[in-house]
């Protein structure tokens, strides 16, 4: 059995430490990490991609947050093992959007029983 005044003491001090100016000091600290990591992004994917594919990639990050950034990290994984080697165009990046969407799209088949369909039609009379 627990004591409730004894709990009510750990969760009080656990507020406080929470409020307290270490937290701050963390939180400031995980925002400059945060920052100094895209900004290092950022100055990959400037190295490895001209302006156009550069502005393909950030519209695709608008419209699909997940997808782009997996392709961010992709290029990015790519370009520190020295598989790209030149600038990647936009006909390039559009070829590799392609390959990325038929591997993650998954396959679709409809089956249609026309043996039900007919049945139904037939109970109809009117």
């Known amino acids: 059995m627990s004591n409730p005044e004894l709990e009510n003491q750990k969760l009080a001090q656990l507020q406080a430490g ?3 100016p270490d937290s701050e000091q963390n939180a400031k600290k995980y925002k400059d990490e945060q920052a100094a990591v895209q900004d290092a ?4 994917l400037s190295q490895i991609l001209d302006q156009p594919a550069r502005a393909r990639l950030n519209t695709l990050l608008l419209g699909k947050p997940e997808k782009g950034q997996m392709v961010e990290n ?3 994984r790519m370009a520190q093992t020295g598989q790209i080697c030149t600038k990647i165009g936009e006909r390039e990046l559009i070829g590799l959007l392609e390959n990325v969407s038929s591997q993650t ?5 409809i089956k ?4 039900r369909a007919a049945l139904d039609d037939d109970d109809n009379d009117y």
């Open 18 to 20: 929470q409020k307290g």
């Open 41 to 44: 992004k950022n100055s990959i």
């Open 74 to 76: 992709m290029l990015i």
């Open 105 to 109: 799209k998954p396959k679709t088949s």
């Open 112 to 115: 249609f029983d026309r043996r």
